[in-house]
C-alpha cells in the first residue's frame, strides 16, 4: 500500500480534537434526545448545546437549523422545501449533482445560469422575475470560485444557498431563505449535514410528514453532531497562508507547463481550491503517478470523482476537460510539503507530455 506524505484530496482527515470528541459520545450522546430519563435528558443537552455553537459560528439562528445525516438530502430539503409548479427554479451550470437531481424533479420552469470563463455564476444574460426560486452557490468546490449575487434581484425571489465548499469561511449573502453546509467542510465528519431555513413562513416539508412536532426526519448520528461542532470550534485555518500555497504552485506551474491551463482567478477564489488542465495528459494516470510517490490529489468532477467522471464546470467553463487535476489544500499543508508536491506533479506531467 502507497504511504501518502501529502494529502492533497478534497477529504481531510477528522480534526483531531473532533475526534476525540467523536470518542466521547459515543460514551454520552447515545441515548434518544426525544425521550425521558436521565441519559436522554444528558444527550439532549448535548445536542442544544451542539447546534447553539454551530449556528453561532455559520451566523444563523439556533431554531433555523435543521441536521441530515446525508448531504444529498441536505441540499433536497434546502431547495425542494420552497418548489411550486408556478415558479421559475434557476439553478448554476457548476452546480453539484445533488442541487441538479432536485432542479430535475422541479414541475415547474427551470433556467440554467451559465459559467463564465473565471468559473462565476454569470448573470447578465438571465432574467429572473418576481416569484422565482434561485440555487445559488456561494463557491465552487472545483475551482474554488466565489459567487454575488446580482444587486438587482427581485425582492421576493427564493434564495437557496449551497454552502458546502465555503462552509464556515465565509458568511451567507445577505439575502437567503435556506442553506445547507456540509460538516466536511470545517474538517468535521462525513455524513452530517446542517440544512438552515431562514424563510420559515414560505418552506413546506417537501418528505411525507411524520410528525406535526417535527420540521424534517431529523435523521442523524447525534455523536457526530458532536464532533462537528467541536471541529467548528477549532476551525481556524490560516486562508492567508494557503493563498500564498496556491499562488506558489499557479507560479511554478505556468513557468515550467506554458499551455497547462489553471481555472479560474485565485483572487476571486476560495484560497485553498486549485484545478488545472494539462493539455496532453491523462489525469487518471497523472493521480496514480502521484499517489506512487506518496501524493493524494483529485481528478475528474469533484461530484462524480470516484468514476472520474468528466468536470461538468470546467465544461461550463468552456475548458477542455482532459488532463484534470484537482488540489485542496488543507490547514496542516506545510511548505515542505507543497514543494515536494510540485516537485512531483511537474515531473509526472512532464514525463506524461514527452511520450
Known amino acids: 500500500m502507497d504511504s501518502v506524505t501529502g494529502n492533497f484530496q478534497g477529504e481531510s482527515a477528522l480534526n483531531p480534537l473532533a475526534q476525540q470528541a467523536l470518542l466521547a459520545a459515543f460514551e454520552s450522546g447515545w441515548a434518544d434526545p426525544k425521550k425521558i430519563g436521565e441519559n436522554p435528558s444528558r444527550a439532549a443537552n448535548l445536542k442544544n448545546s451542539a447546534i447553539e455553537s454551530i449556528s453561532h459560528r455559520l451566523g444563523v439562528a439556533p431554531d433555523q437549523i435543521e441536521v441530515s445525516g446525508e448531504v444529498g438530502l441536505g441540499y433536497f430539503l434546502s431547495i425542494a422545501g420552497f418548489l411550486d409548479p408556478a415558479k421559475t427554479l434557476h439553478f448554476g451550470a457548476g452546480d453539484r449533482s445533488g442541487v441538479i437531481a432536485t432542479v430535475r424533479s422541479h414541475h415547474g420552469a427551470t433556467s440554467e445560469i451559465p459559467l ?8 447578465k444574460g438571465t432574467e429572473i422575475a418576481e416569484n422565482s426560486i434561485l440555487s445559488f452557490q456561494l463557491a465552487n468546490g472545483e475551482t474554488g470560485a466565489i459567487n454575488s449575487l446580482p444587486t438587482d ?24 431563505d435556506s442553506a445547507v453546509f456540509d460538516s466536511r467542510s470545517w474538517a468535521g ?29 431529523g ?44 481555472a479560474g482567478d485565485l483572487a476571486k477564489s476560495l484560497p485553498h481550491l486549485l484545478s488545472v488542465i494539462f493539455p496532453n495528459t491523462n489525469g487518471e494516470e497523472v493521480l496514480r503517478t502521484l499517489a506512487a ?9 469533484a461530484c462524480t470523482a470516484m468514476n472520474l467522471q ?34 512531483a506533479l511537474l515531473d509526472a506531467v512532464g514525463s506524461q507530455q514527452q511520450r
Open 310 to 343: 468528466p468536470s461538468h464546470v470546467l465544461t461550463a467553463m468552456g475548458l477542455p476537460t482532459d488532463g484534470n487535476i484537482r488540489i485542496t489544500l488543507h490547514p496542516e499543508s506545510d511548505e515542505r510539503e507543497i514543494t515536494a508536491l510540485i516537485s
Open 153 to 176: 434581484l427581485p425582492s421576493g425571489t427564493l434564495v437557496t444557498v449551497d454552502a458546502t465548499a465555503s462552509g464556515a469561511r465565509m458568511p451567507l449573502p445577505a439575502k437567503w
Open 293 to 301: 510517490r506518496g501524493f493524494a490529489v483529485d481528478s475528474g468532477s
Open 189 to 217: 465528519p462525513s455524513g452530517l449535514a446542517i440544512v438552515a431555513i431562514g424563510n420559515a413562513a414560505h418552506w413546506k416539508n417537501p418528505l411525507p410528514h411524520i410528525s406535526s412536532t417535527r420540521r424534517t426526519y
Open 116 to 123: 463564465g470563463s473565471d468559473g462565476r455564476l454569470d448573470f
Open 219 to 262: 435523521t442523524y448520528s447525534l455523536p457526530l453532531l458532536l464532533a462537528s461542532a467541536v471541529a467548528l470550534e477549532n476551525f481556524k485555518p490560516d486562508d492567508l497562508a494557503l493563498a500564498g500555497f496556491n499562488q506558489k504552485i499557479r507560479s511554478a506551474i505556468k513557468a515550467a507547463i506554458p499551455n497547462a491551463i489553471i
